[in-house]
């Protein structure tokens, strides 16, 4: 796809910091470095996200993901990693093409990433979260 960064970045049009490759995944390092060592792992294949991502594949492509961090966080002198992945725009993304990012931590007030979840506990009843569960296990 002629219009997809990472497209462009497998097709060698963009230059990367590249770490690892396979015949199906590639990964390499953010140029953003939201904390350094952030790299990013994709598949080859234009996935535009996890909803169309393969099973195989999906798999793949998050054992590289833990393999990396495993090796990233000790060279980095991280004391934690956070595994992310966002889909469509609501939830952050904001290139079309699968990927996990992998962001290795340092201090989680100071190291310029921040996740945050709200508890919304007072307006969940259980009786809903029941109901939930037994529609997931159908």
Not at 26 to 39: E, K, P, R, V
Not at 62 to 70: D, E, I, N, P
Request: glycine share 6%; with cysteine; net charge negative.
């Amino acid at each position: 796809m002629n219009d997809c960064i990472f497209c462009q970045i497998l097709a060698g049009t963009i230059p990367s910091h590249k770490i690892y490759e396979d015949k199906d995944v590639i990964a390499f390092l953010d140029i953003s470095q939201t904390t350094i060592g952030h790299t990013l792992v994709i598949p080859k294949q234009h996935v535009r996200d996890l909803f169309d991502l393969e099973e195989k594949l999906a798999g793949h492509t998050f054992a590289v993901a833990t393999q990396l961090a495993k090796k990233i966080v000790p060279l980095v002198g991280a004391t934690g990693v956070n595994i992310v992945n966002n889909n469509h725009a609501v939830a952050g993304q904001a290139v079309f093409h699968f990927h996990v990012h992998i962001v290795p931590r340092f201090d989680a007030h100071t190291d310029g990433y921040h996740a945050t979840w709200a508890n919304n506990m007072a307006t969940t009843s259980a009786e809903t979260l029941a109901n939930l569960a037994t529609q997931l296990r159908r």
